[in-house]
């Protein structure tokens, strides 16, 4: 996590989502800031040249609002880079 300490939005861990305050909260939440955040998931890695990948993964923001697919990422400059969401599943 800490190569990700400098990346913004913040990324943190799954543990981060703070619990729901109120059974009817329907979106997860920083548990330190508070601030809505979005959970995203990574699965399978497939690549596809030396500096290219298909992720497979999602994002939850809560009940409702989630979805799941395949990430198209490259490396560029030596970052990782999300060219394209191909969105597959979503509620």
Not at 53 to 67: E, S
């Amino acid at each position: 996590m800490k190569r990700f300490s400098d990346v913004k939005p913040a990324v943190k861990k799954w543990s981060a989502i703070a619990p729901a305050k109120k059974p009817a909260q329907r979106w997860i939440n920083d548990r330190e800031t508070g601030k809505p955040g979005v959970a995203l998931s990574v699965g399978k890695i497939t690549w596809t040249s030396d500096h290219g990948v298909i992720v497979a993964g999602g994002y939850y923001c809560g009940v409702l609002f989630a979805g799941g697919g395949d990430f198209y990422v490259i490396q560029k400059d030596g970052r990782w880079i999300v060219e394209k969401f191909d969105l597959k599943v979503v509620s």
